[in-house]
């Protein structure tokens, strides 16, 4: 079982429309989860960090579920400008180790 | 701010031919990563240095792949031989700290084994 599982889509929604990605993870000590983002051959790059009670930051909402070990991302009102690869990714506590990446899933907002 | 910065960009190379990656991290960044991405997977993590230490290279195919991180800046990656399954994004990025929770990426380098 992959430490982290997405989705692999691709998600193709309109613009305006809202969506939701879900990730779980297997390993129940991991501590800190983020949500990147990748354009088409470019580098990842951070979207938001995920805490506990959720958080939001503009039209992009995230929320952990540690029962279920699962997070999520919705993104509401898509733009064009919002179609990329949503890597979901975890830290596990205690390990100087860094990121555990998923394998991304791809979102097109279409015209 | 000046970001990761990896050359080459692009290589193609024979199978059982060697290559080399360079990166320079972000100025004042101690811990370097090096990751490889296969088209449609996440980044993998290869070997993570901290200043010119390794702190985890359990996932590097050492017959084959070899990384150093001299004087605790830039760091290099080779692969010697080069396999098919080897054909994918290296990427090097760097952090602050051994447990920043964001780190920075380069632009990568492009390999294909033919």
């Known amino acids: 079982r992959k430490e982290v599982e997405q989705d692999p889509g691709p998600f193709n929604v309109p613009e305006g429309a809202t969506v939701a990605f879900n990730c779980t993870y297997s390993n129940s000590a991991s501590q800190s989860f983020f949500w990147y983002r990748q354009d088409c051959r470019k580098e990842p790059k951070l979207l938001m960090s995920v805490y506990s009670s959720g958080n939001e930051d503009g039209r992009f909402t995230a929320q952990l579920n540690r029962a279920s070990q699962y997070i999520s991302l919705l993104i509401r009102d898509s733009k064009l400008s919002d179609s990329a690869t949503y890597l979901c990714?975890?830290?596990?506590?205690?390990?100087?180790?860094?990121?555990?990446f998923g394998s991304g899933t791809q979102l097109t907002v279409l015209p | 701010e000046a970001g990761v910065a990896q050359s080459p960009r692009y290589k193609i190379i024979e199978k059982r031919q060697s290559v080399a990656f360079w990166c320079n991290p972000i100025?004042?960044?101690?811990?370097l990563y090096w990751y490889q991405q296969i088209l449609g997977q996440g980044p993998k993590l290869l070997i993570q240095f901290q200043n010119n230490g390794v702190v985890d290279d359990s996932q590097l195919p050492k017959d084959r792949f070899s990384a150093e991180r001299l004087k605790g800046v830039d760091s290099t990656l080779k692969i010697q031989p080069a396999k098919l399954e080897d054909s994918a994004v290296y990427l090097c990025a760097s952090s602050p700290g051994v447990s920043g929770n964001t780190i920075y990426f380069g632009e990568g380098s492009w390999l294909t084994v033919v």
């Open positions: 100025s004042g960044h101690a811990t």
């Open positions: 990714v975890v830290r596990v506590s205690g390990s100087a180790r860094q990121l555990t």
